[in-house]
């Protein structure tokens, strides 16, 4: 009798071999993924907090069925992986692959309702398939919650401060022409509730409360009617413009010199540029206008250049920190396979072949540019981990 074949074992295994590798990715990407971590250390609110509570519960699955899942493929591989295998051993290696090999949960059935022939307890199984399926179905929860969140957070946060600072402005403009602050109290009132609704619940919150705040302070903007006081407030503005700008010079040339020092030692898609026109022409131009008197056409131009030209700094300022921290991130990693290889030689470990191999590996791609910091730090780690497992086994 020809025993059943494992073809489709074989096939099935290989495909979760390959799932289980891009699960881990994923995972430690969604484990590290700021809004994540955002929604764990906030006090959440309403909508949101229901959605992250489901969400932290799927999580909670996704790497408990990533245990489980990891496991059953190494038993399985292990068993494939014999020179020879029996009719039993094909058939178990068949069950684990794609039989109801993991058991998910046993519960206890109370003695009142058990039958005479009733079990004691109950387990429920599944299929490696099936467990990826429903894997698949919490990562899909977690990442809709996270995402969702962190887009409100990074769209009504930044528009909230911008309501903020142009109510702060009219209102320092209303006060100096004695006018009523009436219609900005309303607009204060109705932000501030939006805002602390929003740092608890960016899910729940209602987007239009924020455009009725724009409407309110732009009704009283169109109130003050003194030219006077107008030409005031942006004057300071453009000093303020100017301020920024030279602000904007400095960060260009650190991030410049951040860069040159990061140049030929790291990979060039590693090393982080900013790209943009000169922002200078757009600003004398504004200062054309101010010496015509055109004060009414200044402002909206002198908002949009002072909001790219905050976000031109942040990314000169982010990208300076970052190409400054491909070098502590090299020399940190140097430091810690220097530590590691003295370990070694403590132990005597030091004419080990299988971690020669892997120093001089960790050793190249740390000393030789440009340099890769993830092969970099997965050497370093590598020649960690094999160390621990040397010692381990040496002390048994």
């Known amino acids: 009798m020809t025993a059943p074949s494992i073809a489709p074992a074989d096939a099935e295994l290989l495909r979760l071999e390959t799932a289980v590798a891009a699960i881990a990715t994923n995972l430690v990407d969604l484990d590290d993924n700021p809004a994540r971590k955002d929604l764990d250390r906030t006090k959440l609110t309403g909508r949101t907090a229901a959605a992250w509570a489901d969400a932290t519960d799927a999580l909670t699955r996704l790497w408990e069925g990533y245990r489980m899942l990891t496991e059953v493929i190494a038993q399985a591989r292990q068993l494939r992986d014999r020179r020879k295998l029996s009719d039993a051993d094909r058939a178990a290696f068949s069950h684990q692959v794609l039989g109801q090999s993991i058991t998910l949960s046993t519960s206890t059935v109370p003695l009142a309702q058990r039958g005479l022939l009733g079990a004691g307890q109950v387990s429920t199984t599944c299929s490696p398939g099936e467990l990826l399926s429903a894997m698949e179905a919490a990562f899909h929860t977690a990442v809709t919650v ?60 209602d987007e239009s409360v924020l455009r009725d705040v724009r409407d309110l302070v732009a009704r009283a903007d169109a109130e003050r009617t003194s030219a006077a006081e107008l030409r005031e407030a942006l004057t300071q503005r453009l000093a303020e413009a100017h301020r920024l700008a030279g602000e904007l010079a400095d960060a260009a040339r650190q991030a410049t010199a951040a860069a040159g020092s990061a140049a030929d030692r790291f990979r060039d898609r590693d090393i982080h540029t900013v790209r943009g026109g000169d922002l200078r022409p757009d600003l004398a131009a504004i200062d054309a206008l101010a010496a015509a008197g055109q004060w009414a056409l200044i402002s909206p131009r002198l908002s949009d250049w002072s909001r790219r030209a905050r976000e031109r700094l942040a990314a000169l300022r982010q990208a300076t920190a970052h190409n400054g921290g491909l070098l502590a991130a090299r020399n940190e990693l140097r430091g810690r396979l220097d530590a590691y290889q003295a370990k070694a030689l403590r132990r005597g470990l030091g004419e080990s072949g299988e971690l020669t191999t892997l120093f001089d590996t960790a050793r190249t791609a740390l000393y030789t540019a440009p340099c890769d910091l993830d092969a970099a730090r997965a050497a370093v780690n590598a020649y960690q981990d094999a160390l621990t497992a040397t010692i381990a086994r040496n002390g048994r």
């Open 146 to 205: 996270a995402t969702r969140a962190g887009d409100a957070w990074h769209r009504l946060l930044p528009a909230a401060a911008d309501a903020a600072a142009a109510l702060d402005n009219v209102r320092t403009l209303t006060r100096a022409a004695g006018g009523s602050t009436a219609t900005l109290d309303e607009a204060d009132r109705r932000l501030g509730t939006f805002t602390s609704q929003l740092a608890g619940d960016p899910l729940g919150v």
